[in-house]
């Protein structure tokens, strides 16, 4: 089994990459959407971030208010490790279980969003960084997520620079250009992780 890290900075095209390697046949381990997961209505996780934060963070219909969470958090460190505590073991244990699950000589994609912000580039086999530049992922924020651009400046400034994530990355695909020419680096790149599982399995 090949563990792979899969990061890039928002806007950069992640969640296309992840959508073509799993069509290639990678599996697909999401942070983002376990971390949703294991906070839907019923579950332990949603309990005790009710238990930490109050029953204010819950919408008439039980489903966690993330915007009213977000806001909480956005603004206060201690409050976002608190959130952390309750919700990074849960998404470790659940992605641990997807991961045990896939076939020995599986390509395991482990969609990564602060992977170098955590300093998580050890946990795996090597690491994928989705790169464009900061003009090109402005320009996706703005035109396709609606963002303001002062919000989507805010956001990328939240997150780790680019030459911070290169600096930990084994394997560059470059998605400043059109979706073609970002599928054709997919697929050699996923030429690459299958020999690099090959050897890997040896």
Not at 42 to 65: K, M
Not at 189 to 195: G, I, Q, V, Y
Request: charged letters at 25%.
């Amino acid at each position: 089994m090949l563990k792979v890290g899969l990061t890039g900075g928002i806007g950069s095209g992640k969640s296309e990459v992840s959508r073509l390697l799993a069509s290639y046949g990678a599996v697909i381990v999401d942070s983002d959407r376990i971390a949703r997961e294991v906070v839907e209505p019923g579950t332990p996780g949603l309990a005790a971030v009710v238990a930490e934060f109050g029953p204010g963070i819950v919408t008439a219909d039980g489903t966690l208010d993330r915007p009213k969470l977000g806001s909480i958090v956005f603004a206060d460190t201690g409050r976002r490790t608190a959130l952390n505590a309750i919700v990074h073991p849960l998404v470790r244990a659940r992605s641990a279980e997807i991961e045990a699950a896939a076939a020995p000589d599986a390509v395991v994609v482990h969609d990564v969003p602060l992977l170098a912000e955590n300093g998580l580039a050890p946990l795996f086999d090597l690491v994928v960084v989705i790169d464009a530049t900061e003009e090109t992922r402005l320009d996706r924020l703005v035109r396709l997520r609606g963002m303001t651009p002062d919000e989507a400046r805010a956001r990328m400034a939240a997150q780790a620079t680019r030459e911070e994530r290169l600096a930990v990355a084994d394997l560059v695909i470059d998605n400043d250009g059109p979706l073609e020419a970002l599928q054709s680096q997919v697929a050699k790149a996923w030429t690459d992780l299958l020999a690099r599982s090959a050897h890997h399995a040896e």
